[in-house]
């Protein structure tokens, strides 16, 4: 099988997995905001953006080093896994005997607005401490069934998770309240605990799915041993302390706007903004589910041909339809803006100027992601750290100068901004230290030429759907005129 056959398999396979579970999970996003008020959809993106900010550090980019070393150490597999898995199990026993004697003031901290009552956060953050460390815990299991080349296994338990997840959320929201309603008999004890569209629910069946997940990993879960190479653990945690810092700053990149406009804003305003906002931001999700299904066919298939000789080459020509199938993601969705707005509730649209700027910031994060094979393969990952603070700082710094004044829609060109920094750092520094033949004229006239048809359909024609999809079939075309010779050569082999 050819390396581009078998890349487009394994890819396709991640990527239907990644697709379906992502949009099972997107079905919650129109429950969700019309069950709970705008400013209760708030604290729901507040409690799970901090639950992604601890992430990384539970995790201490242990998926990236695995990879790396399992590539490294072909003849010692088992020892790169239990030091992998056994790092990121001391650190949620560490993180577990410190976060529950603190509880109460965790859940301050966390608090935004003044409508949601400080009990109901004690709990929030006792359900979320158990769905960081489960979640964690499975990170290197997931891997080791990634390096071995298993993606309908990866696919399928991510998919019993989000149908899990669903259901779960499902019964609490619809099926209780109708069993209630009706005086089903046999069922009134649940009146007795039950209480209607409490937020608490969504978190409580994100726990128990996490729980069901643990479960369908303990085949990987029992092949744990606690034997430490001490010289092989120390170097890994070298690799890997770099890959923890550049994984929190993308994290921060990704959420920490969410958590600041809950803190810079005054708290009558503050819980709507967030919900606006963050609901907004789920349109843009679709662009984002592209992104994660290429990252987890890509990550193992660069590290495996990295010792190739026309790797390189291989890299370009991988980015180059990546940038376009993006680019078309991208002009398609805006195109198709006011069909999409109709997942989220009418009470949330608001804040729809944020979705174009918002995707184009997904872009050049893919495009970043991308890149950023360059300095996993070279062990440079103190260029990761060094790119994503410069784009995490970025995004603090004017988060604090401008949400206050602009809200939301600050936060949306900030995050633009971060991730536009973060790509052309990750592009000027990789051609210095690991050349890669990119064709970066063509890539940025893709770029460039997206951006100006969005701006079309969204700005001056006003959203019309028509003009919207009309130009998204010119700039297929276009593209697909420019590509004509490459595209037939690949579809005849």
């Not at 799915?209 to 041993?225: D, N, V």
């Not at 100068?401 to 809200?407: E, K, Q, R, T, V």
Request: positive net charge; glycine residues 6%; aromatic residues 18%.
């Amino acid at each position: 099988m050819s390396t581009a056959k078998k890349f487009a398999g394994q890819t396709a396979v991640y990527g239907l997995s990644t697709i379906v579970s992502r949009l099972l999970n997107f079905i919650l996003t129109p429950i969700y905001t019309s069950t709970f008020a705008t400013n209760v959809y708030g604290v729901f993106t507040t409690m799970f953006s901090w639950a992604a900010i601890l992430n990384p550090f539970l995790a201490f980019g242990m998926e990236t080093t695995f990879f790396r070393y399992l590539n490294k150490r072909k003849d010692d597999k088992e020892t790169v896994y239990n030091n992998a898995f056994g790092t990121i199990l001391t650190l949620c026993l560490l993180f577990a005997v410190i976060a529950i004697p603190l509880i109460d003031q965790i859940a301050d901290e966390v608090r935004i607005g003044d409508k949601i009552l400080s009990s109901d956060y004690v709990l929030y953050v006792k359900y979320f401490i158990a769905i960081v460390i489960m979640d964690a815990i499975c990170v290197v299991p997931f891997a080791r069934i990634r390096g071995e080349g298993r993606p309908g296994k990866f696919g399928l338990i991510k998919l019993i998770n989000v149908i899990s997840f669903l259901a779960l959320n499902l019964m609490f929201i619809y099926v209780i309240p109708l069993i209630l309603k009706n005086k089903i008999w046999g069922w009134e004890w649940i009146a007795t605990w039950y209480t209607p569209k409490w937020l608490g629910y969504v978190f409580l069946s994100n726990l128990l799915a996490s729980a069901i997940t643990m479960l369908l990993l303990l085949p990987e879960l029992l092949l744990l041993r606690f034997k430490f190479n001490w010289p092989l653990l120390k170097e890994m945690l070298v690799y890997s302390w770099p890959v923890v810092v550049a994984n929190f700053s993308f994290i921060i990149n990704e959420h920490l706007d969410k958590l600041m406009l809950g803190k810079l804003l005054p708290s009558k305003v503050s819980g709507e903004a967030v919900g606006i906002y963050s609901a907004c931001a789920k349109i843009a999700v679709f662009l984002n589910i592209f992104i994660q299904a290429f990252r987890l066919g890509a990550e193992p298939f660069f590290f495996n041909h990295a010792g190739n000789k026309n790797s390189g080459q291989t890299y370009a020509k991988i980015m180059n339809y990546f940038v376009i199938a993006m680019c078309l993601i991208f002009v398609g969705l805006i195109a198709n803006i006011q069909i999409l707005k109709y997942f989220i509730n009418e009470r949330f649209w608001a804040g729809l100027p944020v979705v174009p700027l918002l995707l184009f910031g997904y872009l050049n994060l893919g495009i970043y992601m991308n890149l950023s094979v360059w300095y996993k393969l070279s062990d440079q990952t103190k260029y990761g750290l060094y790119i994503s603070g410069l784009g995490a700082l970025f995004t603090i710094v004017f988060n604090l100068m401008f949400i206050p004044s602009y809200g939301y829609m600050a936060s949306a060109w900030v995050s633009l901004g971060a991730y536009t920094l973060m790509s052309v750092l990750s592009y000027v520094w990789g051609q210095k230290n690991y050349p890669i033949p990119y064709n970066l004229k063509k890539n940025l006239a893709y770029t460039l030429s997206s951006a100006v048809i969005v701006y079309l359909s969204f700005v001056i024609f006003s959203r019309n759907i028509f003009v919207g999809n009309a130009l998204l079939v010119a700039y297929a075309a276009t593209a697909f005129y420019f590509e004509r010779k490459e595209l037939l050569s690949i579809f005849k082999r």
